[in-house]
């Protein structure tokens, strides 16, 4: 099965503190896409950050960075200097090319402590 | 402003009463799709679409039915809605292709069937 394993339902980090979101997959194909979406409570959408898998350098976004293990099939999210506008659900999915669509995890909430 | 519209946010349906959610772009995103959300099993696709007049099953099609006839448009439509469709729908397009861009999420749309 082609799947993709967020096997921290919730994890909780003390605000300016950093958290590691972790992620593993499933594919057979040598090309593709990962990526980490936010959702806060407002229910919308929006994308963390994006990684080419054939990219070796792992992609940063200002306090977001990833750590992408290829061979592994890993792609963990590290968020620096954890803000209270940082918790929401943050899911990981990849992209699959046979049927154009993503495959996504379950999910990790994530709750900042004040 | 480049967003995708959902309608409605909220909806209450009874079993069997024939609705349609919309989904619009004002990117000219070739491709999109639609997505539904259920706790512990993150998103799965129900259709996606890669141009007009062109559209493809996805995970979990049974119940559903689409249409593509704008590039902008792409409703989703509950025949006979049943009570194992209460979930989180979301909308969503993308730049077509295999290089897989940002892809832009409604604000889904809460749907329990009673």
């Known amino acids: 099965a082609q799947t993709v394993t967020q096997s921290q339902p919730e994890m909780s980090v003390q605000e300016a503190e950093t958290v590691t979101l972790s992620c593993t997959y499933d594919?057979?194909?040598?090309?593709?896409?990962l990526f980490w979406y936010k959702q806060p409570p407002s229910r919308q959408m929006i994308l963390v950050i994006r990684?080419?898998?054939?990219k070796q350098q792992n992609a940063t976004e200002n306090r977001f960075s990833v750590n992408f293990q290829k061979a592994a099939k890993s792609f963990s999210l590290k968020i620096s200097d954890s803000q209270l506008g940082d918790a929401a659900m943050y899911f990981c999915?990849?992209?699959?090319?046979?049927?154009?669509?993503?495959?996504w995890g379950a999910g990790t909430k994530l709750i900042i402590k004040p | 402003e480049a967003q995708v519209t959902q309608n409605p946010r909220y909806l209450i349906t009874v079993t069997g009463k024939k609705l349609t959610v919309t989904c619009s772009q004002n990117?000219?995103?070739?491709?999109m799709s639609w997505y539904r959300q259920d706790p512990g099993l993150g998103l799965r696709q129900i259709y996606y679409?890669?141009?007009?007049?062109?559209?493809d099953k996805g995970d979990v099609p049974e119940g559903y039915k689409v249409s593509r006839k704008e590039k902008r448009n792409f409703p989703l439509i509950l025949e006979s809605p049943s009570p194992n469709q209460t979930s989180l729908y979301f909308c969503?397009?993308?730049?077509?292709?295999?290089?897989?861009?940002?892809?832009?999420f409604g604000q889904g749309t809460r749907l329990t069937v009673v």
């Open positions: 969503a397009s993308r730049v077509g292709g295999l290089k897989w861009t940002e892809a832009f």
């Open positions: 990117m000219n995103h070739e491709y």
């Open positions: 999915a990849r992209s699959m090319d046979s049927n154009y669509q993503l495959i």
């Open positions: 594919t057979s194909e040598s090309d593709y896409y």
């Open positions: 679409s890669m141009n007009v007049e062109v559209t």
């Open positions: 990684q080419e898998a054939y």
